[in-house]
């Protein structure tokens, strides 16, 4: 079963890895998978791999923090710094056995994005908000010889977006044109993602991955862009605390 699951996370964070640019990055779905009442959870982790191609830019950065309420509830919380992103979720979960559970959630997520081209002229900027449902489920304490868990995700939301884009450039008669364009709606959005953490019984580290699917984006802006930019997909590495 061990290498069974090991296979099947490797094939499935190979089709999630991915960039793009975009307004949208992803919330980089947390997986707390509760077992009881009084856990705390504490994590740092960073994003190498989703970053925004067009041009240089730090790598983004995210603490979560998720409590566990009682046997049933939890809630988790997170900010992402350079990406302007927050999000809070609440929900139960259910272990099946010592090792097994199985959570729900719901939450919101909002944010803003923004890049530009240079070489291709062109620029924009957005914002969104994010009301989602996600259901979680994972194995802890998969192997005797160190601590190592498996998780799964998926996120299905509404993005309420608006984005701003500009086109510069010299036309053909050496006239310096600049064109705009906007969007404000509603996309609907799925976000798979899986996560491996390995370690102690309390300090862990983790590599999360994660795709994005943003239903019904357009290609009718300036430069081919799409209504509410968005990323492909992404990695994240961290390290986790539990108490």
């Known amino acids: 079963m061990m290498t069974r699951l090991i296979r099947t996370a490797l094939i499935v964070a190979a089709a999630m890895l991915a960039t793009g640019c975009a307004v949208y990055n992803g919330t980089s779905t947390d997986i707390p998978l509760f077992q009881e009442k009084g856990e705390l959870q504490v994590e740092a982790a960073f994003f190498p791999l989703g970053v925004p191609p067009l041009h240089l830019l730090p790598i983004p950065y995210r603490g979560t923090v998720s409590y566990s309420l009682t ?3 939890g809630i988790s ?3 992402d710094a350079l990406r302007q992103t927050v999000q809070a979720m609440g929900g139960i979960y259910r272990p099946v056995d010592r ?21 291709n002229n062109f620029s924009y900027t957005g914002r969104y908000l994010m009301p989602f449902v996600q259901v979680d489920c994972g194995w802890r304490d998969l192997t005797r010889w160190m601590h190592l868990d498996v998780a799964f995700a998926l996120r299905a939301g509404g993005i309420f977006g608006s984005t701003e884009y500009t086109e510069y450039g010299w036309d053909e008669y050496s006239t310096w044109v600049v064109q705009q364009d ?29 795709r994005i699917f943003v239903l019904g984006n357009k290609h009718n802006h300036p430069c081919n862009l799409q209504d509410i930019p968005a990323m492909n997909g992404g990695m994240g590495m961290g390290m986790s605390y539990r108490f």
């Open 182 to 210: 906007s969007f404000r709606g509603l996309r609907p959005m799925l976000e798979p993602s899986m996560e491996v953490r390995f370690g102690w019984s309390n300090l862990m580290f983790n590599v999360r991955f994660y």
């Open 77 to 79: 919380a997170s900010v």
């Open 71 to 73: 046997d049933e509830v």
């Open 99 to 119: 090792r097994f559970v199985w959570e729900l959630y719901g939450g919101l997520a909002l944010g803003r994005g923004e890049n530009s081209n240079p070489e």
